[in-house]
């Protein structure tokens, strides 16, 4: 079983740029799909950004294409999400979270391990 923990959170102001990064422990993170979802205040957890195990292929939710950009490195067992260009819309917890299933998913049910989630607030 792996263990995720998000860090990087923060309060930015509208335009502005973060980075999380996830950091996985106890198995190596290689063997999963890693998947970065985002959850508001009354909305329902969604799909921001996937990247395969080997980091060849990338997913983006329309919201954030052009503007977000995942990447991991196997070698240190962590996967990043860089956001750039944030808006006050962006404002969420963000979770981390790893599919075992080998396929390239962006649904959430087909993720077994997620983070604690770190808060990210945008300000306008």
């Known amino acids: 079983q792996v263990r995720l923990v998000e860090s990087g959170g923060g309060l930015v102001q509208a335009g502005g740029s973060l980075r999380l990064s996830c950091a996985a422990s106890?198995?190596?993170?290689?063997?999963?799909?890693s998947g970065w979802f985002r959850q508001a205040p009354g909305k329902e957890r969604e799909f921001v950004s996937a990247i395969s195990k080997s980091g060849a292929r990338t997913y983006y939710s329309d919201s954030v294409k052009g503007r977000f950009t995942i990447s991991r490195d196997n070698a240190k067992n962590t996967v990043y999400l860089q956001m750039n260009s944030l808006k006050p819309e962006d404002t969420a917890v963000y979770y981390c979270a790893a599919d075992p299933t080998g396929y390239d998913n962006v649904h959430k049910r087909d993720y077994d391990y997620w983070g604690q989630g770190t808060q990210v607030t945008v300000s306008s």
């Open positions: 106890g198995r190596a993170l290689s063997i999963y799909t």
